[in-house]
């Protein structure tokens, strides 16, 4: 099986910069997504990551270490819209279903 | 990129009725889709795989006599949620996987609320 780690929920300001940690404990990873999800909405695709490395895509970049099981995903000059819960999601074992982390829940205050 | 739709967006309905979801691909044809359910701050579970002509391959734990899913064409799966009862009420979400390396990416529906009284 797989275990997905994630902070339950994170504050932060506007303009500021956050990040959001994810470890993972799986057999023949495979890649790793980051999806956001506003309340009541479904989750939308930000980043995938299957090499080691940052990938940066405007405000927001994703990093991935394998060999710690680690990603992060650093979210710059925050807005309040950004306010949502962030989703780490684990593809392994051959499967290209992925198993989705709890959630971050982030709040971003004035 | 790739749209999913889904209907009803919210329903309520009686404990002992059934509810019908559907989940839509506008502008791909998706062989495989999926369903999920999420509660309140929990993660998204998979309840489960489907495809295109055949069967659901459910979740373990996942009652397949209750939650009843048709994927009779490329474009459309169905959730029928049977004899309905309080603990049924959640966000159901569906995705639809389009195929193609590296990704095989998923693309989510909006959603369905359901509340079951």
């Known amino acids: 099986g797989q275990n997905i780690d994630q902070p339950t929920e994170m504050t932060a300001t506007e303009g500021a910069i956050v990040q959001i940690n994810c470890t993972y404990q799986?057999?023949?990873?495979?890649?790793l997504f980051w999806y956001q999800q506003h309340a009541g909405e479904a989750p939308t695709f930000l980043s995938y990551n299957v090499l080691d490395g940052l990938e940066e895509k405007g405000r927001f970049s994703s990093f991935l270490s394998r060999s710690k099981g680690y990603s992060y995903l650093l979210l710059k000059e925050l807005q309040m819209k950004d306010s949502a819960s962030y989703l780490c999601?684990?593809?392994?074992?051959?499967?290209?279903?992925?198993?989705f982390g709890r959630g971050t829940s982030l709040i971003v205050h004035p | 990129g790739a749209v999913v739709s889904q209907h009803p967006s919210r329903v309520i309905c009686k404990s002992g009725t059934s509810v019908k979801i559907e989940c839509r691909s506008l502008d791909f044809q998706a062989t495989t889709m999926f369903w999920y359910r999420q509660f309140p701050k929990q993660s998204l579970m998979l309840m489960a795989t489907?495809?295109?002509?055949?069967?659901?391959?459910?979740e373990q734990g996942v009652e397949k006599d209750k939650f009843l899913i048709n994927h009779a064409s490329l474009t459309l799966s169905t959730l029928t949620v049977t004899s309905a009862h309080p603990e049924d009420s959640s966000f159901y979400i569906c995705?639809?996987?389009?195929?193609?390396?590296?990704?095989?990416?998923?693309?989510f529906g909006p959603g369905t609320r359901l509340t079951v009284t």
């Open positions: 489907s495809n295109e002509g055949s069967k659901a391959t459910y």
């Open positions: 995705s639809a996987l389009e195929r193609g390396p590296p990704r095989y990416e998923q693309y």
């Open positions: 799986t057999s023949g990873f495979n890649g």
């Open positions: 999601a684990v593809r392994s074992g051959g499967s290209y279903i992925p198993t």
